[in-house]
Each structure stands twice: as structure tokens, then as C-alpha cells.
T-cell receptor, first 113, second 113 residues
Framework: AAGVIQSPRHLIKEKRETATLKCYPI?????VYWYQQGPGQDPQFLIS???????DKGSIPDRFSAQQFSDYHSELNMSSLELGDSALYFC????????????FGPGTRLTVT | AQSVTQPDIHITVSEGASLELRCNYS??????LFWYVQSPGQGLQLLLK??????LVQGIKGFEAEFKRSQSSFNLRKPSVHWSDAAEYFC???????????FGTGTRLQVFP
């Protein structure tokens, strides 16, 4: 079965650089969620999109932005990177009417040096 | 606000022994509850979920969980643990009019041969 695809899987950036993470949801899933998991931490919700509109927002820094495109893939843009942004970034997708059931991608490990 | 508590940070069991991982949630109404498993460096895999109905739910890999409203608990169980079950286990709640998941801090399971 198709799963959530995230790219890249690993990313190394320097402080103050920008990064773009991509997420391709499971086919027919119309909702995308982004989570950030710091080292030894639980995943923290960042933002979600339903039918290309932002549906909810968590503790996402103003330096981060995201959007969902017409093909339902999503991109998380991160600017002015800080050391504390080093984390595993998960994308999850879900289907309207299947409340809260989210399927997670393998994650993108971002390292900021 | 919704919250999830996993009281046990680290649990060690012998292979073949039974397992119970604790999860307590805070939410006024009936929540949507999930257990996810994460192997080192990997994504989150959904083990099982509770939305409504039968309070004992079966999941993948031989896991089950029981929803107890009176105790605000959703403990995960497995009658006989395998070495491959060693991983981090996260309990999560999805509730309210948003669709984000709120995770507990996780329980790291170690299995000895």
C-alpha cells in the first residue's frame, strides 16, 4: 500500500539558511499535518491543511510557513534556521470523515549546524 | 486543554513476558485515542485506535488496548513480548474541533532475551 512520502530524508543546513521540506500524502487523502520531534521529545503539532486551506495551527514559529498544493502535496518552508530547529519533521496524512486517523511518513531529519 | 500522560519513561521486560504500557488522558468528552510505535530513527506506525464502541480494541502485532472512561486511561497490552517489540511507544489523543494529535512523552520499551 502507498505510504506518505517525505523528501528529503536528511538535510543539513547552517544557521540562518532556509530549508524546504516536502510531503506527498497517501492517494485520496485530503488532509496533511506537520509535526516536529526534537531529540528525545514527543512529536509536537505544527500546522495542518485540509483541501489546500490551513485548518489548524500549533506552536509553529513565524519563521516557518507551509502550504498545500492542488495535488495535495505540502511543503514546509523554514527560514533563518536556528540550532534549535534541528529535529525530525514528520508529515502525516488523513482522509476527511476518518477523524484523526493520521498516517505518518518516515520523517525528514534536519540538522542545523 | 487536552493532554496525555505516560507515567513510565522506560520499561524493561524479558522476551515472552506480558506487557502493559500506561496512558492517561485529560479531556472532557470521549476522546479519540491512539497508540503509535516508533523504532529508532523511524517514523510513527499506528498500532491501534479507539473512537467509540467496544472499549477493548485490537491492533497490529498482537497489541490490544482498553479504554476505561472512569480512569481516563487507555493502556496498551501484549500477552507475550517479542524482541522486535523494542521501540518507543506513544499514546496520543485527538479531540475537540481541531484535528491535531497530542502525544504523550513516550515510553521506551527494552526487551531482554
Amino acid at each position: 500500500a502507498a505510504g506518505v512520502i517525505q523528501s528529503p530524508r536528511h538535510l543539513i543546513k547552517e544557521k540562518r539558511e532556509t530549508a524546504t521540506l516536502k510531503c506527498y500524502p497517501i492517494p485520496r487523502h485530503d488532509t496533511v499535518y506537520w509535526y516536529q520531534q526534537g531529540p528525545g521529545q514527543d512529536p509536537q503539532f505544527l500546522i495542518s491543511f485540509y483541501e489546500k486551506m490551513q485548518s489548524d495551527k500549533g506552536s509553529i514559529p513565524d519563521r516557518f510557513s507551509a502550504q498545500q498544493f492542488s495535488d495535495y502535496h505540502s511543503e514546509l518552508n523554514m527560514s533563518s534556521l536556528e540550532l534549535g530547529d534541528s529535529a525530525l519533521y514528520f508529515c502525516a496524512s488523513g482522509e476527511t470523515g476518518n477523524s484523526y486517523e493520521q498516517y505518518f511518513g518516515p520523517g525528514t531529519r534536519l540538522t542545523v549546524t | 486543554a487536552q493532554s496525555v500522560t505516560q507515567p513510565d519513561i522506560h520499561i524493561t521486560v524479558s522476551e515472552g513476558a506480558s506487557l502493559e504500557l500506561r496512558c492517561n488522558y485529560s479531556y472532557g468528552a470521549t476522546p479519540y485515542l491512539f497508540w503509535y510505535v516508533q523504532s529508532p530513527g523511524q517514523g510513527l506506525q499506528l498500532l491501534l485506535k479507539y473512537f467509540s464502541g467496544d472499549t477493548l480494541v485490537q491492533g497490529i502485532k498482537g497489541f490490544e488496548a482498553e479504554f476505561k472512561r472512569s480512569q481516563s486511561s487507555f493502556n496498551l497490552r501484549k500477552p507475550s513480548v517479542h524482541w522486535s517489540d523494542a521501540a518507543e511507544y506513544f499514546c496520543a489523543v485527538g479531540a475537540g474541533n481541531t484535528d491535531k494529535l497530542i502525544f504523550g512523552t513516550g515510553t521506551r520499551l527494552q526487551v531482554f532475551p
